[in-house]
């Protein structure tokens, strides 16, 4: 009787999920019943949106773009090589390839093709995808390739030999997973992949370092440091200079947490830093690094969001001896750091709206700073700098000024502009308008709109608002040439808001919208929004909006929240169904940024917002455009699935499109994404011109 009881039980609370959750099962990325709903999803939606009338021009159009011999072939460089990886009608699938400095300069260089990765897929039956590679420096005749199937974060490793072009045969081999590795030494890697049962975090990140030696089996690898399953990942890296290489081993304790151990002479060495600082390399013996939050060392207070330069040597013997090379302003925040052999590169965001090039140098014991003399207003950001020498590349781009590359040879040297990107479209049309929208606190939210100057500002423009508002993650100005050539040239305009939960103006612009506080960067979007609606720029027919990833939640929430607002939303690579995010993929990895669900008191703000537990049937909403791959191995593709059916099953009307391949992208081949950015295009010039 009792086991009767206890099985009814059972199945009564299965049909209750069930009954919760009836799309559950599209969780299931390659069953057959998931995969015959994407089909049919997919031939719906492709059916609709390419018979558009102008589907055709906008695809060809994009592809042209994409396969263009005019593109830029950005270098990185590698001794006495400048390497690149490029896509084209040749090299669907792409081919990394080299060149010699001389041979760059020229306006149509000479490749050495190193590796043809459709060839490689075509000979391995493998739908394979580059995903980087780690040449080991400074010889620079060996390499560790990266190939994802399909495009995901999972990859295989296998070992390459510069000369020949080829793969080592009997070189260091991994097995598909999500791999961190980096040289120790020619005969030596530091691996943190999938060793078995027990060896990966629950966010499915590695929690062991190894020491690995040629001609051993990874079996009988070294174990050097083990984090706990609860941390989100686990791994070392090896710095390599022209003085002297550094070894760091981390331990990812939530997103915004990491311990970090200096591994010298065979031992760890903990470093006496934030849990919530980063670090940005180390540079002329100093370990480089921004507090996020105040920091009091060596008797300075720092500023969250400063750069500070710690003595590496002091560093190891736990004493701090501190350097403050940058420190925020109100307006003015942090960017990116590079490094070449003698100069620290600093990229400053200037009031959230361009930037600026610092040059750091330390010379006798000290360090200056200067402005570098790079274009003015707009987004600069460096494309390789080398450890070995003082050069280095970078570009600068406007929302209406192609992007160009330029480079520096060594600091003092004239700056030259090397490759520029053609005008895909005619910018003379239109101009670009800031504007601070007041959120509901009162915060003001910056955002810029690129708009038609013969438009008229009476809600009449097609307007495609763009966000994303999380993990500190700033949005600045860029040319973006198939939007240009298939979207202002239709009539459009776009516009990107720069709301909370972005690091446009450092980490409290973040803070100020993580965990309890999400809802705020949902606030900011729909006071843009308004605030477009105000300027006569949109209407609420006119006006879409878009999103992926973190953007895909954002966009996903305000459209349950103000439904009102929006007339099309294209919802890409989404979190979506809050409840769950945490148990699928990578997902625990994330709760440093939106809280914990099963955590009742974190689960009382999440589900406020929670697209999947907001949407009823008895509100209205614009018919959405979902889009995913199945082979995103970062954001579960369920998300999207399940969405869309529930939209659908209470009667509200969808568009969804998921590739095959894409990791958490839009696809592996020009083809692919040409497709993928087209039926996006053409469904917003359906939606909302009149």
Not at 140 to 152: E, H, I, N, Q, T
Not at 409 to 432: A, H, L, R, T, Y
Not at 455 to 463: L, Q
């Amino acid at each position: 009787m009792m086991k009767q009881l206890t099985t009814g039980l059972l199945i009564m609370t299965m049909a209750a999920m069930a009954q919760n959750d009836p799309f559950q099962w599209l969780e299931e990325v390659d069953s057959e019943k998931a995969m015959a709903w994407v089909e049919q999803q997919n031939a719906d939606t492709l059916n609709v949106l390419t018979n558009y009338p102008k589907y055709n021009a906008v695809y060809e159009k994009t592809l042209e773009i994409l396969n263009s011999q005019e593109r830029i072939a950005y270098p990185g460089i590698r001794g006495s090589h400048f390497y690149n990886f490029w896509q084209d009608a040749e090299y669907p699938r792409g081919v990394w390839r080299r060149t010699t400095p001389t041979e760059y300069a020229k306006k149509n260089p000479e490749w050495e093709v190193m590796l043809d990765v459709a060839e490689l897929a075509e000979k391995e039956n493998e739908k394979w995808s580059y995903k980087g590679v780690d040449v080991l420096a400074p010889d620079f005749d060996v390499a560790l390739v990266k190939l994802s199937r399909g495009g995901g974060d999972a990859v295989v490793v296998r070992e390459f030999d510069m000369h020949k072009k080829a793969f080592i045969e009997n070189g260091f081999k991994l097995d598909e997973a999500k791999t961190r590795v980096s040289w120790l030494d020619r005969d030596t890697l530091l691996v943190g992949t999938d060793f078995g049962e027990g060896s990966l975090t629950s966010s499915g990140y590695p929690r062991q370092v190894k020491k690995w030696k040629r001609g051993t089996p990874l079996s009988e690898a070294e174990l050097i440091f083990e984090g706990e399953t609860s941390d989100v990942s686990v791994g070392a890296y090896v710095q390599r200079t022209a003085e002297r290489n550094y070894v760091m081993v981390y331990r990812g304790i939530s997103f915004y947490e990491s311990e970090y151990r200096a591994y010298e002479n065979g031992k760890l060495i903990p470093l006496d830093i934030p849990l919530t600082a980063d670090l940005s390399g180390i540079f002329k013996n100093h370990l480089l690094v921004t507090p996020k939050k105040e920091w009091n060392v060596a008797g300075k207070t720092v500023a969250a969001g400063s750069l500070v330069a710690l003595d590496y040597e002091a560093l190891l013997k736990g004493k701090h001896a501190a350097s403050i090379l940058f420190q925020p302003s109100e307006k003015d925040s942090l960017g990116d750091v590079s490094s070449t052999e003698n100069q620290l590169i600093v990229r400053i965001f200037k009031g959230g709206r361009f930037d600026e090039f610092e040059r750091h140098t330390f010379s006798n014991g000290k360090w200056a700073a200067e402005k570098i003399d790079a274009p003015e207003f707009g987004t600069l950001s460096v494309v390789s700098a080398d450890d070995y020498s003082d050069r280095f590349f970078f570009t600068h781009e406007s929302a209406l000024r192609a992007r160009a590359l330029y480079f520096s040879e060594k600091p003092g040297s004239e700056i030259v502009k090397m490759k520029s990107m053609p005008e895909f479209f005619d910018p003379s049309g239109f101009e670009v308008k800031l504007h601070e929208a007041v959120s509901k606190d009162g915060t003001k939210i910056p955002y810029s709109v690129v708009f038609p100057k013969a438009g008229k500002m009476d809600g009449t423009t097609p307007t495609l608002l763009y966000g994303y508002g999380g993990f500190e993650v700033s949005l600045r100005p860029f040319y973006s040439p198939v939007m240009g050539s298939t979207w202002l040239a239709n009539g459009g305009a776009f516009a990107v808001a720069n709301i909370r939960g972005g690091g446009e103006f450092g980490p409290a612009w973040h803070d100020a919208a993580r965990k309890e506080n999400k809802q705020k960067s949902y606030d900011d979007f729909i006071a843009v929004s308004e605030d477009l609606i105000k300027h006569g720029y949109a209407s609420p027919e006119t006006l879409g909006i878009q999103g992926g990833s973190n953007g895909g939640l954002l966009v996903g929430a305000v459209t349950m929240q103000r439904p009102d607002l929006f007339r099309a939303v294209i919802c890409e690579v989404p979190l979506l169904d809050m409840k769950r995010y945490h148990k699928l993929l990578a997902g625990a990895s994330w709760m440093a940024e939106y809280g914990d669900p099963d955590n009742p008191d974190e689960w009382a703000y999440i589900k406020k917002y929670s697209p999947y537990q907001k949407l009823y049937k008895d509100r209205k909403y614009p018919k959405v455009f979902f889009k995913t791959t199945t082979r995103d191995d970062r954001v579960h593709p369920g998300h999207a699935r399940k969405m869309a059916a529930k939209m659908k099953s209470m009667g509200h009307p969808v568009f969804y499109f998921e590739n095959t391949e894409g990791g958490h992208g839009a696809g592996v081949t020009n083809e692919q994404r040409a497709q993928s950015t087209a039926i996006s295009y053409v469904y917003l010039l359906k939606m909302l011109s009149k």
